[in-house]
Structures are given as C-alpha cells and as structure tokens.
C-alpha cells in the first residue's frame, strides 16, 4: 500500500515538474507603513509606546513556479523578498499562492495572490532617556512582525520570455513578533514594478 501511494505521489510530481514554468522577476518596491512603534517616550508623566507611518523605497525580487496550467489560468506558487535600506527601512520575506491569467484576446496578464511571512522595519528611535526626560535615545529601533498580503499586478509581454511588470499593488497587516501585547497591527501597503524572466 505505501509503495503504491509513493508510485502515485512520485508519478503526479513528475508530471506538475514537467509542466511546471518558472519565472523570476526583479522589481523596484516602494512600500508604506503605519502604526510601527518607534519606541516610549515620556508623556504626560509616563512612558507612553510612540508610532509612526512612512514611505520607503528599495530593490525585491522572487521567483514563481507555475505548477498547475488549466487553459488560460495557472497556478502557481511565489516565493519573494525585499530590503529597503536604511534607518528608515523595511525587509521582508513571504510565500504564497498565486493565480494568473493569460485571457486570449488581451495582451496582459492579471494576477492576484495571498502571502504570508515576515516584515521587519527599522524606524528612528524616539525614547526619552531614562536619566534625561528630556533626551531622546537616538539610533535606531527595531520591529519585527509575522505578516499576510493580497497582492494583484498586471504583467506585459515584451518577448517570448521577458514580461514587463506594469504595476503590482498589496495590502495587508503585520503582528508583532517580539511579545508586545500592546503593540497594534501594522498595516502595509506595496506598490512595485519591475521585470520578469520566464523559463
């Protein structure tokens, strides 16, 4: 029984792999966050968590494996990452599903996909000083959050294996990872463009 359930899972891999179409696309990424923590800070006679929102720009890039075609959709999974340099900056590293389609009689191809994983940002450090109020720490402070996003882009074909990524948006929100119950969920929005590579 488990050799025959082994052929069979062996069999229907074999099968996606040879159909499976890869692509890897590097993008500039542009993304906002809001409510990142950038420290406490003393307010009011207490130390009070500050946040802020912020634009922030840098390279990404991923890589797709279209393992399922059915006519004019594929189905694939992504796997992608970005930085954004800087004390002011973000990182981030997800995976998910992905739908594309390729619709006969238009020359784009649409897609919309789920991701999850993980984000990290780098903001000011605005604490006050515990031996003076009326300094702020410096440097820089650190966040980490497990995340989702949907993400829906539109692609153009230049050739037979290079597309022109005309937009690609995302929303989505991030917990923190780091313990705190009283930091709120970021929300992130992307916005990117790029090229991609088909093999």
Known sequence: MRRTVLLAALVLLAV?????QVALYVTSSSDHLSSVATGL?????????????????????GVTLNF???????LGFDLRGSTRPGTIGADTAMGG???????PLIHLKPYVQVSGGYVATRTVNISTSPSNPGQTVGGTFN??????????????PLVKFVDLRLVEVGGGSGLSILGSTSTPNISL???????????
């Open 189 to 199: 929005f992307t916005i990117n463009t790029g090229i991609v590579l088909h093999f």
């Open 16 to 20: 996606a792999s040879a159909h499976a």
């Open 68 to 74: 399922l075609p059915l006519g004019p959709v594929k």
């Open 143 to 156: 966040n980490q959050y497990a995340a989702w996003e949907v993400i829906g882009g539109i692609d153009y």
């Open 41 to 61: 800070a003393l307010s009011g006679g207490t130390y009070q968590e500050q946040y802020t929102s912020f634009w922030t720009s840098g390279i990404g890039g």
């Open 97 to 103: 599903f992905k739908v594309g389609f390729n619709p």
